[in-house]
T-cell receptor
Framework: GEDVEQSLFLSVREGDSSVINCTYT??????LYWYKQEPGAGLQLLTY?????DMKQDQRLTVLLNKKDKHLSLRIADTQTGDSAIYFC??????????FGAGTTVTVRA | DGGITQSPKYLFRKEGQNVTLSCEQN?????MYWYRQDPGQGLRLIYY???????QKGDIAEGYSVSREKKESFPLTVTSAQKNPTAFYLC?????FGRGTEAFFGQGTRLTVV
């Protein structure tokens, strides 16, 4: 099964906040990532958080990490139509790979 | 501009044929990776390479092969042994091998078997 789990779909109204949730399994993960994929394109790193942090904020993006529950979330403030995309949560596994969730498709409606 | 280039963007293959997907990077990265993406699934690692002339199998290497003769290039061959090759393939690179390093992705190649 998946090491990283995410809900598959999220619909949000333009201007509202989006919250994308993720759970992971490897308690030794030192870095957790959020990637964005626009249609037909590769993945773009949005932000990452080191495991000794609880929160990281970068402009409209806020990442929250709950290590006890192995829960990661990404909040996008003031969601815009350009934020419509697939968002992947990923954790570092061993020393050689990222383990990705299935991705959350975010649809922004007017 | 520095980046990763995958070609072609779209590729059609007849059943029973081998096909090679190109991945070139000019970021001077040591580590390179190939992932496969299927709808509703996360990315799955096919092969990775830490350094020139070295590569290792990932989680789903069966039916695929790679080479790393140059630092800049990491081509992936999808062989006829791959039973379900239709997918979106993503190449990535990172400055070094290991945790905490940002992976840069190419734009992907969509392979369709006809």
């Amino acid at each position: 099964g998946e090491d990283v789990e995410q809900s598959l779909f999220l619909s949000v109204r333009e201007g509202d906040s989006s919250v994308i949730n993720c759970t992971y399994t490897d308690s030794s993960s030192t870095y957790l990532y959020w990637y964005k994929q626009e249609p037909g394109a590769g993945l773009q790193l949005l932000t990452y958080i080191f495991s000794n942090m609880d929160m990281k904020q970068d402009q409209r993006l806020t990442v929250l990490l709950n290590k006890k529950d192995k829960h990661l979330s990404l909040r996008i403030a003031d969601t815009q139509t350009g934020d419509s995309a697939i968002y992947f949560c990923a954790e570092s596994i061993d020393d050689y790979k990222l383990s990705f969730g299935a991705g959350t498709t975010v649809t922004v409606r007017a | 501009d520095g980046g990763i280039t995958q070609s072609p963007k779209y590729l059609f293959r007849k059943e029973g044929q081998n096909v090679t997907l190109s991945c070139e990077q000019n970021l001077n990265h040591d580590a390179m990776y190939w992932y496969r993406q299927d709808p509703g699934q996360g990315l799955r690692l096919i092969y990775y390479s830490q350094i020139v002339n070295d590569f290792q199998k990932g989680d789903i290497a069966e039916g695929y092969s790679v080479s790393r003769e140059k630092k800049e290039s990491f081509p992936l061959t999808v062989t006829s042994a791959q039973k379900n090759p239709t997918a979106f393939y993503l190449c990535a690179s990172s400055i070094m091998f290991g945790r905490g390093t940002e992976a840069f992705f190419g734009q992907g190649t969509r392979l369709t078997v006809v």
